[in-house]
């Protein structure tokens, strides 16, 4: 599959697709905003390069794993991510003033 026809299948069952590149797409669901992160490789033969990988472990690590998909089957499988709240005006303050020390 290429990444022109997951993201048509993707909105075209009404998600949002974002293309970004590192990895290959930003998938947002607009009913509650959770989101997911797709690398989209052409063929079962397809291996992800030593940057992919290194990359993939570093959000995984964040809390953010990336679903690879080969075929649209796939897509059936993505993991989405829950939206977080924004923080509250309080919170961000507080922030603030940590990182001015």
């Known amino acids: 599959m290429d990444e022109q026809t997951a993201k048509g299948l993707l909105r075209a069952t009404g998600y949002e697709v974002f293309q970004y590149g590192w990895p290959d797409l930003l998938v947002v669901r607009p009913s509650n905003g959770a989101y997911a992160f797709v690398e989209v490789k052409g063929d079962n033969h397809s291996s992800l390069t030593n940057e992919q990988i290194v990359m993939h472990a570093k959000l995984f690590n964040a809390g953010l794993p990336v679903t690879v998909v080969r075929c649209a089957e796939d897509l059936e499988c993505v993991t989405f991510i829950p ?15 940590r990182i001015m020390k």
């Open 83 to 97: 939206r977080q709240p924004a923080p509250t005006p309080p919170l961000m303050a507080a922030l603030r003033r």
